[in-house]
């Protein structure tokens, strides 16, 4: 059996790719150990559709994959990345089932909820000639929450102007302390990585969901550092402090600090204008987006 849970750079906090090895008679090749892509996968795209996956229905997965790419232009490029953190990334068959939906399929450790796969495609892809960063990436799950949300601000505000856009709620919070009561300190702490600043006393933009499209050009504009700093977090060994605060349920595969980076996004990509949660909230007008 073929495994792809062996030891390999995507597995470390930084990330990488190694060398591609194309195995004769397959549609796919091996670009390294845990990941299998697709012959006809192109270096540039307009579009890539990343999604974090665990063990959700397949169907369902394919159908909003669908959703979102029938709703892209026409004539636009696009490739479609889903990385498995469950079961089918286990042995080469599970791999291939996902890789009929997709482009590239990556298997990842089940740590750092949906925040650590995003982050994981953000330093896999910050730099590399072979991937290249779309010129805007759509990061979702396998089920469209808040659907209601998601589908008109996709259809609306699909623009090549858009720098960032929420498929979620938005609402607002000051270093953590959202404005439905609860409260996420290690936000202060996200604000002042990302915004090279120290958290204002005022709010600022916040989301739900972690499901949102951003242009390269707002990935570009943090350090590739940044990213790899706070995706490392979620790789610390048990006993270290990040897994002693927070929630009761604080644990490597749902941690209290993805709960604080799913609320996070805006802030990272400099979309900070809090008024977004009464402009805005779950609407979908021209007030639910910053443009670059």
Not at 36 to 44: M, Q, S, V, Y
Not at 81 to 95: D, H, Q, V
Not at 214 to 237: C, D, G, M, T, W
């Amino acid at each position: 059996m073929d495994h792809f849970t062996g030891s390999n750079s995507l597995n470390s906090p930084e990330g990488s790719y190694s060398g591609e090895s194309p195995l004769e008679g397959e549609p796919w090749h091996r670009s390294s150990e845990n990941t299998l892509r697709k012959h006809t996968w192109p270096r540039t795209s307009d579009y890539d559709i990343v999604v974090s996956h665990y063990n959700e229905d397949l169907e369902m997965m394919r159908d909003s994959i669908k959703q979102v790419s029938d709703r892209l232009p026409r004539q636009a490029t696009r490739r479609v990345i889903i990385y498995s953190k469950g079961p089918k990334n286990e042995n080469k068959e599970g791999m291939e089932e996902l890789l009929d939906m997709a482009d590239e399929v990556v298997g990842l450790p089940n740590l750092g909820r949906e925040g650590e796969t995003y982050l994981s495609h953000i330093v896999r892809h910050y730099d590399a000639p072979s991937t290249n960063l779309a010129d805007h990436t759509i990061f979702m799950q396998p089920h469209l929450a808040w659907h209601w949300v998601f589908l008109p601000r996709l259809e609306r505000l699909l623009d090549p102007s858009t720098g960032f856009v929420s498929f979620g709620p938005y609402l607002s919070h000051t270093c953590g302390k959202d404005s439905t009561g609860q409260s996420f300190p290690r936000m202060a702490d996200i604000y002042s990585m990302f915004r090279a600043d120290l958290c204002p006393p005022e709010p600022v933009a916040a989301t739900w969901a972690g499901q949102f499209m951003v242009s390269r050009k707002r990935i570009l504009e943090n350090q590739r550092r940044a990213y790899a700093n706070l995706k490392a977090k979620f790789h610390e060994p048990t006993d270290h402090w990040i897994w002693k605060e927070g929630w009761w349920n604080n644990e490597p595969s749902n941690p209290t600090l993805g709960h604080a980076l799913e609320r996070s996004w805006p802030m990272i990509f400099n979309c900070t204008d809090a008024s977004m949660a009464e402009t805005c909230g779950e609407g979908h007008g021209v007030t639910c987006r910053c443009l670059d």
